[in-house]
């Protein structure tokens, strides 16, 4: 919850708007800059306006209903139309919204929407496609899954193979199968480092003192879709700057990953398609 609380804290843009006006200049004034008066207006307002911003973070959109409570530790959701096809008369089908009751179905935004977001308020666009998206979200959903059950460390020789009581082996040879794909999966991405980052000039990476960190691969895969971490979060904790090209260059060094994470592509094949009457050898004489 701490850290969900300093989420929601932010820059102290809302906690400073939330004092009167009078006090926010005094808070200017006595801290000399906007950005301290931000800092430290939360500690500054009354305990249940902060209790009303915290709230108001945990806020349900209309839209989906008002069966979810209010959960300020959900953090960011996101709204979206499920669609499925529906008949039309007796032969026809269109597509229409299928929630219940006609509502929205809301979920919780993972790093890619936040950065979705983020672009969109600077107009512009996450440099990922929506292939690599997918095929993260695969990954990191078969990663959870693998952590949450008990077969972490196990192989067929500890299990024993299949079981002829009952149906408990297939339990462990599906895990250890989703086991084997996540490894394979890994493997994919690969342990080195990220090459694009590497090559981003000292003079670029930030001016801070602290030793910075090489960033690998399988770091930036897993930061961003495992953990839940922007591209700029991610940075941000290995001792990175935040410049544009070394933003640019940990997004492409992600993106170069997610394609070797789908695997190859297949080459089309070459096909020939005849149409109407085929030439065929030896030709066969006509009687006459």
């Known amino acids: 919850m701490k850290d969900r609380l300093a989420e929601i804290i932010g820059d102290g843009r809302a906690a400073l708007e939330a004092l009167p006006k009078a006090e926010q200049q005094a808070l200017v004034d006595e801290m000399g800059s906007i950005a301290r008066a931000r800092r430290a207006a939360w500690g500054r307002l009354p305990e249940a306006e902060r209790m009303r911003l915290v709230r108001a973070s945990g806020a ?6 008002d069966a979810a409570p209010e959960a ?4 960011a959701v996101r709204v979206v139309t ?16 299928i929630g219940y009751r006609g509502r929205q179905t809301m979920r919780r935004a ?6 979705a977001h983020q672009a969109a308020q600077k107009k512009t666009k996450v440099a990922l496609t929506p292939a690599q998206v997918e095929m993260g979200r695969h990954y990191a959903a078969l990663f959870e899954r693998c952590e949450a059950s008990d077969m972490r460390g196990s192989s067929m020789q500890m299990t024993g193979g299949r079981s002829a009581g009952g149906r408990g082996g297939d339990v462990n040879e599906a895990r250890l199968e989703e086991r084997r794909r996540l490894v394979a999966l890994q493997r994919r991405i690969g342990d080195g480092v990220a090459m694009p980052i590497r ?4 003079s670029k990476r930030g001016a801070d003192a602290r030793p910075r960190r090489a960033i690998s691969d399988r770091q930036l895969v897993d930061g961003v879709f495992v953990e839940g971490l922007t591209v700029s979060g991610l940075l941000k904790k290995h001792n990175w700057g935040l410049g544009g090209a070394t933003v640019q ?3 492409a060094a992600l993106a170069a990953a997610l394609d070797r994470l789908s695997g190859p592509t297949p080459r089309p094949r070459m096909e020939a398609a005849f149409y109407g009457t085929r030439a065929s050898w030896p030709v066969e004489e006509e009687e006459a």
């Open 60 to 65: 349900v959109p209309v839209s989906t209903g």
């Open 110 to 115: 993972d790093a890619v929407d936040v950065m």
């Open 199 to 202: 090559r981003v000039r000292p």
């Open 249 to 251: 260059a940990a997004t």
């Open 82 to 97: 499920m669609q499925g096809m529906c008949p039309t008369g007796e032969t026809g089908f269109e597509l229409q919204p």
């Open 72 to 75: 300020p530790a959900r953090g």
